[in-house]
């Protein structure tokens, strides 16, 4: 790939980038394949800032726009919801309660 196309390529992830609102949840992926997950804070001219999602406080990380491969908003499906769990509790509790009745039937039969 040209000089020409790789300016181009970060041209395009700018306007991207742009056209996510401050403080929205995005996906990035580096060239090198490095996967960063947190909320969008500046766009600028050549990188954007980004707060990562972190469990202990981090600073901000800088990524240009020529290291982007891949630059996304954040689905809101992404993580586990309301409706996960339910499932999840109801497919356990018949499980349980099958599993309570097979073992009364193999006792009703010793």
Sequence with gaps: MSTGAFAQEAEAWR???????????????????????GTLMRVDGKEILVKKNTRRPEPAVAILFDDISKL???????????????????????????????????????
Excluded: C, H, Y
Aim: no cysteine; aromatic share 4%; charged share 25%.
């Design 72 to 110: 996304e908003r954040e689905q809101k499906g992404d993580g586990p919801n309301v409706a996960k769990a339910i499932g999840i509790g109801l497919a356990t509790g018949a499980s349980v309660i099958l599993s309570l009745f097979l073992i009364a039937a193999a006792m009703q039969f010793d």
């Design 15 to 37: 306007k991207v980038a742009e056209a996510i609102q401050l403080g929205t949840k995005v996906k990035i992926q580096t060239i090198e394949g490095k996967r960063i997950s």
